[in-house]
């Protein structure tokens, strides 16, 4: 009898071996899947097979977090519940942070699994596991659920490394694009100003962050003539970069050869919706100056208007059209004009100037800016600009919320 149970015994450390020999090529395989990269659906594959035909796990519900909710990305066994109900199931057992077996759950999804496998990363829930129709013996239950909760760790992890790895990836590139969207904007804002005898300029560029979408210009058109521009492109980003870097060329190319400002915003409509398909906008000012006769042509679409201050009186300049590129055909076009008297001043700025992150109206907006401009509008262009962010910093505590551009012309 004592020999008997001899061999028994030893029968069943026999199988016992197997088994942990069995437990670690399969860990080895799926660890050398890993390592090459294997993608997602793949390892969980592999996964579904050692969980089926080794471990004979008849049914596994097997979720994990993304973006804020969880989603199942293996279901294999039973009547398959969606996604929602399992975590809604789940959320009851949000304080269990081990192995947790079900077999008193009255809930009406729970209680059709044997066993609760919550995965944590610090204190945060990042994924679980729901084991159901468990095919094994008693002595070795133990000994399968630990191998269970190693095997789904050891995938869990590898997820969020590629998670990680997809996140810096994504962050790499987000990085490389905003410095080639800065190497393209710094080629567009003009280092220094013509400097001209009919005309002084001052300008002030403040991004929002690394990257804006303000641009501005001033292009001598003829020795009587010249033309300046100042432009907001909808979004950040090289792609926003890149496309006031077209607009810029397709402007300086229009005013070269085309004398009609229209017919110029007309056609910088046209390259704007071809590029973007309407999917970005740009609002610009755009002017032309005849030194000879003093007639100042101007269009704005859809920009905050410039002012043109004279002698203590300060007038918006509000003519022109809507946005550009968010139509096929701009719906009207007003081309406005003024003579500009000797020592005039023209007051050009981008909405971030007005906007704040938080409220401002009562002590900072449109009238108010008027009167500014009528209590400072001697000052040189330079002095001007820099008074002005010296006002803005005194009265408005919060910060701007999109970029500020900043372009005086002072008109003799």
């Given at each position: ?6 061999i ?7 199988r016992l071996?197997?088994?942990r020999?069995?437990e ?10 890993i ?8 390892l969980?594959?592999m ?13 596994l519900?097997?979720m ?6 969880f989603?199942c ?12 109900m399992?975590?809604q199931?789940?959320r ?9 077996s079900l077999?008193?759950?009255?809930d009406s ?14 204190t ?6 729901l084991i ?13 659920l630990?191998?269970i909760?190693t ?11 590629k998670?990680?790895f ?9 990085k490389?694009?905003m ?8 080629m567009?804002?003009?280092i220094?100003?013509h ?24 292009i001598?058109v003829?020795?009587?003539e ?6 907001d ?5 090289i792609?926003?970069?890149?496309l ?5 060329a ?6 070269a050869?085309e ?5 110029i915003v ?24 005849n ?6 042509k ?5 920009h905050?208007?410039?002012i ?6 300060a ?6 059209t809507?946005?550009i ?7 009207f ?5 003024e003579?500009v008297?000797?020592?005039?001043m ?12 938080i ?14 401009v ?16 010296d006002?803005?910093?005194l009265?408005?505590k ?11 012309l002072?008109?003799?």
């Open positions: 009898m004592q020999k008997t149970e001899e028994s015994g030893e029968d069943e450390l026999i071996l197997l088994k020999q069995s670690l090529n399969s860990l080895l395989e799926v660890t050398r899947a390592n090459k990269n294997i993608s997602t659906p793949v969980i594959q996964l579904e097979v050692i969980m089926q035909n080794y471990l004979q796990v008849g049914r519900r097997f994990i977090e993304h973006e804020g909710t989603v990305i293996s279901s294999y066994g039973g009547e398959e519940e969606s996604a929602k399992l975590y199931a789940c009851k057992l949000s304080k269990a942070r081990a192995l947790t077999a008193n759950q009255d999804i729970l209680k059709k699994y044997n066993y609760f496998i919550p995965f944590y990363q610090k945060k829930a990042i994924a679980f596991a159901g129709d468990f095919n094994t013996t008693d002595e070795m239950l133990s000994n399968d630990n191998f909760q095997l789904i760790n050891v995938i869990v992890v590898a997820l969020e490394n998670k990680l997809r996140e810096r990836m994504e962050s790499e590139r987000f490389r694009e410095e080639l969207a800065q190497e393209v904007q710094n567009l804002i003009p220094r100003l400097k001209e005898t009919a005309v002084e300029i001052g300008a002030k560029y403040f991004p929002h962050q690394n990257i804006g979408g303000d641009y501005f210009d001033f001598r003829n020795d009587d010249f033309l300046w521009c100042i432009a492109v909808s979004g950040k980003g792609s926003a970069a890149l006031m870097a077209n607009f810029q397709s402007l300086r190319a229009w005013a050869v004398d009609d400002l229209t017919n007309k056609r910088l409509n046209q390259i704007v919706v071809k590029n973007t398909k309407g999917e970005r906008f740009i609002t610009l000012f755009v002017a032309k100056y030194e000879k006769t003093r007639q100042l101007y269009i704005n679409a859809g905050n208007p410039s043109l201050y004279t002698r203590g009186k007038v918006p300049l509000k003519f022109g809507t946005m590129g968010a139509f096929d055909d701009l719906p076009l007003n081309q406005g004009s003579i008297e000797p020592g005039s023209i007051f050009n700025y981008t909405d971030g100037l007005m906007d704040y992150d409220p401002v109206t009562k002590t900072w907006n449109e009238e108010k800016l008027l009167q500014f009528i209590g400072n509008g001697e000052l040189s262009p330079d002095k001007f600009n820099q008074t002005l962010l006002h803005l910093n009265i408005v919060g910060k701007p919320i999109d970029d500020i551009t900043l372009l005086t002072r008109i003799f």
